[in-house]
């Protein structure tokens, strides 16, 4: 008696999750859309711009500001003639001497202004990053699923040759075994390499502002 491992049924030609938005295009494309969806650069290009703005305000702080003032009143001593009053008033004011603190204030702000462009142009180049890194795996993994498919097909016939081989009494137990073992390795390889190209998809997708894709 013999044992045949398992795995005798045909390849399958294409990966269980079918392409993704942004496989196949030109890797730009992809990047376009990812910087579009993701939301830390523009997280970060708000913060940048709220921080000019403060920079600005802290600036106009030092400067005099003016008040104008009008008041009506219906007022007098006795309560059954009273008489319309007005007034009116203009005041200004300048703190002129703080210390440099608008200056300060406003330096502070410019510095986390440039902070905040300075990462937000570094979160832009590590989506860039990101989406090259999965499309260059992704495109490994379909490359290889080709050359793996076509392995497991060699390796099936091998065992078919052995088989017969061994059938017709001119082949060996052992050249059968080495050939099912063969055959085992091929559909195994095909198994892993489908992983890599699921797992790809996903990092892609993730890349891309998808943030609901799960790990499978």
Known sequence: TRSVLTGTGPPR??????????????????VAVALKRRPEPKALEYTRE???LLAEAARDAYWPSFGVT?????????????????SAGIGLTWNFYQGGLSERQATAAEALAEAAAAAAESARHTIRFEVNQALIELRTAKAQIAASDE??????????LAEGRYEARIGSAIELADAESARATATGNVVVIRFRLALA????????GEESVKTP
């Not at 009008?70 to 007022?75: E, I, N, P, S």
């Not at 998809?201 to 993730?206: A, G, Q, T």
């Open 13 to 30: 030609r294409e990966a269980a999750s079918g392409p993704g938005p942004g496989e196949d295009g030109e890797p730009e494309v992809a």
């Open 70 to 86: 009008l008041g009506v009143t219906d007022a007098g001593i006795d309560i059954e003639n009273l008489g319309w009053n007005m």
């Open 151 to 160: 392995a497991v097909v060699q390796a099936r016939e091998q065992v078919r």
């Open 50 to 52: 709220a921080q000019g």
């Open 201 to 208: 998809r996903v990092r892609l997708l993730r890349a891309l």
